[in-house]
Structure formats: structure tokens, C-alpha cells
């Protein structure tokens, strides 16, 4: 009877864990159902879901550990001047790992901001649509030198929204962020309307995907930098950082804290 009654409760056990693991997997597909393309920087979504990709760009540079010396490589790779031709420079890692928060932080430097003309940052996401991702590029385009948008934007087709860009771009040395990349088609999709002319520009992505990393800098010798976890040490910092406000750990909860960034 007591092995029997192990058994049963072993088995609520894992049913429970199997239960959250499939509720969790419901919610994650619920995200992109039900999300849309909603600005140039995070995406809209319907629902109770809350998308903290957008949080990422608002993070103060003291909230952050471990970004240092990540930040300072690609900073390097974005101002080697060494081929004048488009340069790609993919971001690869799991979700979560923070590329977003680094890709910013590397965006937002005035060294690199200087470096280039024109600059725009673009979220892509796994469900996407093209022409609003082009027409967000072309309102980022204009806007920064504040010249008014063409009258048909609205109404043009793929074609037409492609040459806009590409002829925008045509003579000037430009930056663009393609956040969140998940397929080697939405990277061929985009890449028709960026002109590859001998200026320097500079494509910087993340995405979680190896092989589109690797297929969308093979084509421009560019660069792959692999996201990794942070170090035990720098995981520990952030923690407490996040958790006690930058206070130390109190004695009595070391083992615990310990125990759930172990988790």
C-alpha cells in the first residue's frame, strides 16, 4: 500500500509539471498568434500576453552586467572599415540571453551613430508581414531627415515600397537593425531593398536561428558573435541586483537565492 500510494503520488507529480509545461506551450503560441506589427521597436499584441522584447531598448546602461566587453567586439566589428561593401553582423542565441539589449546599446553609441548617415532598427518577429516591415523602414528613413513621406506610400505594392529604400540608400553609408529574425526568407525578402554599393554600410541582426546567422553573413563576409549565458558570478550580481536592489543578499537567504538561479 505505501508503494502503491508513491506511485500515485509520483504520477500527480509529473501530471502537474506536464499540465504547466502544456499551458506554458499554449501561451508562447498564443504570443504569436496574436501579434501584430506595431512599431519599429517592439510588437503590438492583443490579449493579456505582454511582450518584454520592448523593454529591452529602455534599459539604462547601470542595469546591466556582463555587456561590456560583448558591446566593445561588436562595436569594433561595425567600425572596420577594412571592405567597403554591405556588411552583415548576425547575433545569434536562445531567447532570453539579452541580444536585443546589446544590439541597443551598441545602436545608441555615439561613436557608431556618428559613423554612419542613416540609421534605422526595424523588429521583425516570426509572423511578419513585408510590406509593413518596408513601409516602417521608409517612415524611419524620411523622418530622420525630416523630409515628408512619398503621397503614395499607402497604397504601393511590394515592388514599388522595394525601390524606395534601395534608391533612398543609394549614395549614403546606413545602419540597419534587423531585430529578431527567424527565417532565411525574411532575411532574402528584406535584403532586395538595401542597395550593396561600396559606401560601408551595415546590416546588424539577432536572431535565434544558427543557419540564418550564418546564410545572411556568408553572402558579405561578415560576422556571427554567439550569445552565451552569463557567468555564475555575473548571473549572481544580476540577481541580487533585480532582487534586492542592489543590496547585499541577507544571510539567511543566500542558500535559497542560490538554490533559484541554480533553477
Known sequence: ??????????????????????QRRQRYYYKFSSSKQGSS????NTGGWYDR????????????????????KLIDWVLDDADS???VISVVGMGGLGKTTLIKKVYDDLEVKRHFQNHAWITVSQSFKFEDLLKILIQQLFNEVKRPLPQ??????????????????QESRYMLVLNDIWSIDAWDAIKIAL???????LVLLTTRIGNVASTSCSESHGYIYEMKALSPKESWTLFCNKTFQEKD??????ELSKSILRR
Not at 1 to 21: F, L, N, P, Y
Not at 249 to 254: A, W
Open 195 to 201: 542597395p550593396n554599393r561600396n559606401c560601408g554600410s
Open 152 to 169: 503614395s506610400l499607402e497604397t504601393m505594392d511590394n515592388n514599388n515600397l522595394k525601390v524606395v529604400p534601395k534608391e533612398f540608400l
Open 41 to 44: 521597436s517592439n510588437v503590438a
Open 1 to 22: 500500500m505505501k508503494a502503491r500510494h508513491q506511485t500515485a503520488s509520483k504520477i500527480r507529480e509529473i501530471k502537474g509539471r506536464v499540465d504547466d509545461i502544456a
Open 53 to 72: 522584447r520592448g523593454d529591452a531598448l529602455l534599459l539604462e546602461e547601470d542595469d546591466l552586467v556582463g555587456i561590456d566587453k560583448p558591446k566593445q
Open 249 to 254: 543578499c541577507n544571510l539567511h537567504l543566500i
Open 85 to 87: 561593401r554591405l556588411k
